[in-house]
């Protein structure tokens, strides 16, 4: 009888693991499959979803005044609008006239309906497990394809020779300027004992010196203008040559010559949308460009350097390690999706609307400013531009730079201020105070303000006159 009920009692307890265990069993299979499903799904899914998310938020009416940023505020949950400069309100509809009109820094906003048109072919959608390694295959931290596309940029431009030349990306042009002095100031050929002279011809822009100041090594110092030392090269010497240059749009040359000479070109602005290009594409030793001025994304922080020489390409290359470890990842994988679109009718498209742009912000500028005898236009020489086949072709600049010529307008930054208008003194650039700097590479809205601005402070002087 005993036996009888504790062989009951151990059936109970094998039949009750049996079914637990087949019950486990079942809902692991079930869950399991479930969870697989479930991810499956989000995988399947990834790219509609982050397309529809974007798409979402693209289409956000700011009523042509603004747009919003996938990255941006959210208002109630949804992308909220980011406004063009004196424009307010939630959808960006409402314009304050009293606002001043801004142009003062270098946001080269007048390529973005270019990349609107253009919003599918110029698109990157980027799963979670993207590039998340320091390197690209092969321990490079620079992407070939981004390389292959700058060297044929420059072909099908024609504004640089990239043959037998080294290729070097930095965090925007800024990164680079600064890598080229220091590798060029810590150059064992120059012949020289004492600090490197860093110098620049007047007017020239002011990151050159800032930074040179701000590194603060005892290898270099910042001495100002290139003109004083033009026939005193016999130092170690670093000339920063800006062409065309910022702010006046000049087609500099370098000044110093010597065994113990170095130039930096920077290159920033030399494309067909602003200058022309001539026949043969310039050789130097060490040129600095950027996409900021070339796409307008001054946001993706890329720029590149070509350089000809192998022991400065290293310096310049260890500067780069040993400061950010490379561009990020993220920006070589947007920049060639950016330049393959430029690229895909040789350029045209992109030139040509950019070209288009400002030629006419400068014609209306001009027609503008010619109604005045108190102000007037930097001069640059026509010439041939070999990108657009068209002879003497006008400069288009990113910048006007405006003299004030009335002998009591000392101060030409103030009587700008005084019309509601900021620019950017000629003393920045360590020019005179007649001579103020104005944006013109901003969107529609910014050009429109700025110009009728300086209608009214003209049209007000001609009725006092
Ligand atoms: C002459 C010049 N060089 C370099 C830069 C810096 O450009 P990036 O955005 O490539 O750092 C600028 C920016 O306005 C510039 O005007």
């Given at each position: 009888?005993v036996?009888t009920?504790?062989t009951?009692?151990?059936?109970?307890?094998?039949?009750s693991?049996?079914?637990?265990l087949?019950l486990s069993?079942v809902?692991?299979?079930?869950?399991?499959?479930?969870?697989?499903?479930?991810?499956e799904q989000?995988?399947?899914?990834?790219?509609?979803?982050a397309a529809e998310e974007?798409?979402?938020?693209?289409?956000?009416?700011?009523s042509g005044?603004g747009?919003a940023y996938?990255?941006?505020?959210?208002?109630?949950g949804k992308?909220?609008?980011?406004c063009?400069m004196c424009?307010?309100?939630h959808d960006?509809s409402?314009f304050s006239?009293?606002?001043p009109a801004?142009?003062?820094?270098g946001?080269?906003l007048?390529?973005?309906?270019y990349?609107?048109e253009h919003a599918a072919?110029s698109?990157?959608?980027?799963p979670?497990?993207?590039?998340?390694?320091?390197?690209y295959t092969?321990?490079t931290?620079?992407?070939e394809?981004?390389?292959?596309?700058?060297?044929?940029?420059h072909?099908?431009v024609?504004?640089?020779?990239?043959?037998?030349?080294?290729i070097?990306f930095g965090a925007?042009?800024t990164?680079?300027?600064?890598a080229?002095?220091h590798?060029?100031s810590h150059?064992k050929?120059t012949?020289?004992?004492s600090?490197?002279?860093v110098?620049?011809?007047?007017p020239y822009?002011n990151l050159?010196?800032t930074q040179t100041?701000f590194?603060d090594?005892?290898?270099?110092?910042?001495l100002?203008?290139?003109?004083?030392?033009?026939?005193r090269?016999?130092s170690g010497?670093?000339?920063?040559?800006t062409?065309p240059n910022?702010?006046?749009?000049q087609?500099?040359?370098?000044?110093?010559k010597g065994p113990?000479?170095?130039?930096?070109?920077d290159?920033?602005y030399?494309w067909p949308?602003f200058?022309?290009?001539?026949?043969?594409?310039?050789?130097e030793?060490?040129?600095?460009?950027s996409?900021?001025?070339?796409?307008g994304?001054?946001?993706?922080r890329?720029g590149?350097?070509?350089?000809?020489?192998?022991?400065?390409y290293?310096?310049m290359a260890?500067?780069?390690?040993?400061?950010?470890?490379?561009?990020?990842r993220?920006?070589q994988?947007?920049?060639p999706?950016?330049l393959?679109?430029?690229l895909?009718?040789g350029?045209?498209?992109i030139?040509e609307?950019g070209y288009?742009?400002?030629?006419?912000r400068?014609?209306r500028?001009r027609?503008?400013?010619s109604?005045s005898n108190?102000f007037?236009?930097?001069?640059?020489p026509?010439?041939?531009c070999t990108f657009?086949q068209?002879?003497?072709r006008?400069?288009?600049p990113?910048?006007?730079?405006?003299k004030?010529?009335w002998e009591?307008d000392q101060?030409c930054l103030?009587?700008?201020r005084a019309a509601?208008?900021i620019?950017?003194?000629g003393?920045?650039?360590?020019?005179?105070?007649r001579?103020?700097?104005?944006?013109l590479?901003?969107g529609?809205d910014?050009?429109?303000?700025?110009?009728?601005?300086?209608?009214k402070l003209?049209?007000r002087e001609?009725?006092?006159?």
């Open positions: 009888m036996k009920a504790g009951l009692k151990l059936a109970l307890l094998v039949a693991c049996s079914i637990a087949n069993f809902m692991k299979l079930y869950l399991g499959m479930g969870l697989r499903a479930s991810s989000d995988n399947d899914g990834w790219t509609r979803r974007a798409e979402a938020v693209a289409s956000t009416d700011c005044h747009r996938l990255d941006g505020f959210l208002v109630h992308a909220a609008c980011e063009n424009y307010g309100g960006c409402e006239p009293d606002c801004n142009a003062d820094s946001d080269p007048f390529l973005e309906p990349w609107r072919s698109a990157v959608l980027v979670g497990w993207h590039r998340m390694g320091y390197s092969g321990e931290l620079i992407s394809a981004l390389e292959g596309q700058v060297r044929k940029l072909a099908v024609g504004n640089a020779d990239t043959n037998g030349k080294f070097l925007g042009s990164q680079l300027l600064y080229a002095v590798a060029l150059d050929n012949n020289t004992s600090p490197v002279s110098v620049a011809k007047i822009y050159f010196e100041d590194f090594s005892r290898r270099y110092d910042f100002g203008d290139a003109a004083v030392w033009k026939n090269s016999d010497f670093i000339e920063f040559v062409s910022n702010p006046d749009d087609l500099n040359q370098p000044l110093l113990n000479v170095k130039t930096i070109h290159r920033a030399f949308h200058t022309a290009i001539p026949a043969s594409p310039p050789d030793d060490l040129t600095i460009f996409t900021s001025k070339l796409t994304h001054a946001g993706s890329v590149w350097a070509l350089i000809k020489d192998k022991g400065v290293e310096r260890n500067h780069l390690l040993l400061n950010t470890i490379g561009v990020s993220d920006s994988l947007r920049s999706k950016l393959k679109v430029v895909e009718d350029g045209r498209g030139f609307f288009g742009k400002m030629k006419s400068w014609q500028l027609s503008t400013v109604l108190r007037t236009l930097q001069k640059v026509s010439q041939d657009f068209e002879l003497m006008e400069s288009t990113a910048y006007a730079w405006v004030c010529e009591k101060d103030e009587v700008m509601n208008i620019g950017r003194g003393a920045l650039f360590k020019a005179d105070k001579y103020v700097r104005l944006r590479i901003r529609d910014d050009f429109d303000h700025l110009v009728n601005r300086l209608h003209i049209s001609e009725r006092r006159g």
